[in-house]
Structure formats: C-alpha cells, structure tokens
C-alpha cells in the first residue's frame, strides 16, 4: 500500500520533516517514491510551519493512497487556516 506520511530530517532536538508519498513497507526515513511538502514544528515568526502541493496530495488521494493520522490532520488544520 501506498502511504502519505512525515519523514525526518534536521538535527538533534530541532526536527524537521518532509512530507513523503512511500510504500508503507519503507522504513520511516527510507526510500520514497515522491517528496510533496514538509513540515516544520518550531517554526517562528515569518517561517512557514507547513506546505504542501495541494495538487499532489490530492492526485495521490485519488489513486489510493493513504495519508498517514498526523498528514491528514495537518492537511486538515492548514486548509482551515489557509481558507
């Protein structure tokens, strides 16, 4: 199955993560078919927390793959803020 899930990157005590389309065997850092966005926690100021292309998601949605819980709910909360 394909996965839309976060892939890890940054150092020690500041993540950084990489919104990656995967098969859900991959490990968490591993190979990805299609890198789509990414995700940054501790983002201040003018930094942008959360992007990601809308188009893609949506064509890999359509073709079955499925997002991960924490994808989906960042999806979710950034298209509120977005609107």
């Known amino acids: 199955m394909v996965t839309i899930?976060?892939?890890r990157g940054g150092a020690?005590?500041?993540p950084f993560y990489h919104v990656v389309v995967?098969?859900?065997r991959s490990k968490r850092d591993g190979r990805f078919?299609?890198?789509i966005g990414f995700f940054n926690p501790i983002a201040v100021k003018q930094?942008?927390?959360f992007q990601i292309a809308r188009?893609?998601?949506d064509y890999w949605i359509g073709t079955g793959a499925q997002p991960s819980d924490r994808v989906a709910r960042l999806?979710?909360?950034f298209a509120?803020?977005?609107?």
């Not at 509120?80 to 609107?83: D, P, V």
Request: glycine share 0%.
């Open 5 to 7: 899930r976060l892939s």
């Open 12 to 14: 020690k005590a500041r």
């Open 22 to 24: 995967t098969d859900s």
């Open 33 to 35: 078919i299609e890198r």
């Open 47 to 49: 930094d942008v927390p």
């Open 55 to 57: 188009e893609r998601y």
């Open 75 to 77: 999806v979710k909360q």
């Open 80 to 83: 509120a803020t977005a609107a």
